[in-house]
T-cell receptor, first 116, second 113 residues
Framework: EPEVTQTPSHQVTQMGQEVILRCVPI?????FYWYRQILGQKVEFLVS????????KSEIFDDQFSVERPDGSNFTLKIRSTKLEDSAMYFC??????????????FGQGTRLTVV | GESVGLHLPTLSVQEGDNSIINCAYS??????FIWYKQESGKGPQFIID?????DKRQGQRVTVLLNKTVKHLSLQIAATQPGDSAVYFC????????????FGEGTQLTVNP
């Protein structure tokens, strides 16, 4: 069964460093997402990406964050100058299309980011 | 067993019992709703979805009920099994304003053998 894959599964970084979280969405999907889940809290939307550009972003997704689809398969989230409060599970998700024949978003296993 | 809204984050049931997990949503414009199951250390896993033009949808051992009048969503799990132990999140989407999902707080379901 096709799945969204994320690497690494766990990333430890020092405060102030830059990290890149990587995702390979399901191959025929068109919409890509990043969500964040701080330990013990609910899942929060960060950003959606369609047709090689950001289609929506939340108030969390400020200038510290950026996304990129550098090739036909990868979807990355870059966090610049990481802060302690960036420590969380980061989930990538993808879905086929939006609209009347909508389908659910499929989530990856997540990357646990720990900022020390 | 039954959880009450978002203020009771845990639900403990006996194996074989039916479970009801409740969720209150806030956006009256939401028109698409999903229940996700999240096991420890894993990403959310789709269980079942429902559109706002329906009030009930059934899957295998699961049923979702939607009450738009009071903005309430519930997930019923029949014959709960130990493998059902997980955190369950409801998520909503207003498709006219984008494709983001807004997640609820989550309910920890524990199934006792």
């Amino acid at each position: 069964e096709p799945e969204v894959t994320q690497t690494p599964s766990h990333q430890v970084t020092q405060m102030g460093q830059e990290v890149i979280l990587r995702c390979v969405p399901i191959s025929n999907h068109l919409y890509f997402y990043w969500y964040r889940q701080i330990l013990g809290q609910k899942v929060e939307f960060l950003v959606s990406f369609y047709n090689n550009e950001i289609s929506e972003k939340s108030e969390i997704f400020d200038d510290q964050f950026s996304v990129e689809r550098p090739d036909g398969s990868n979807f990355t989230l870059k966090i610049r100058s990481t802060k302690l409060e960036d420590s969380a599970m980061y989930f990538c998700a993808s879905r086929v299309e939006q609209g009347i024949l909508d389908t659910e978003a499929f989530f990856g296993q997540g990357t646990r980011l720990t900022v020390v | 067993g039954e959880s009450v809204g978002l203020h009771l984050p845990t639900l403990s049931v006996q194996e074989g019992d039916n479970s009801i997990i409740n969720c209150a949503y806030s956006n009256s414009a939401s028109d698409y709703f999903i229940w996700y199951k999240q096991e420890s250390g894993k990403g959310p896993q789709f269980i079942i979805d429902i559109r706002s033009n329906m009030d009930k949808r059934q899957g295998q051992r699961v049923t979702v009920l939607l009450n738009k009048t009071v903005k309430h969503l519930s997930l019923q799990i029949a014959a709960t099994q130990p493998g059902d132990s997980a955190v369950y999140f409801c998520a909503e989407n207003d498709e006219t304003s984008g494709s983001r999902l807004t997640f609820g707080e989550g309910t920890q379901l524990t199934v006792n053998p």
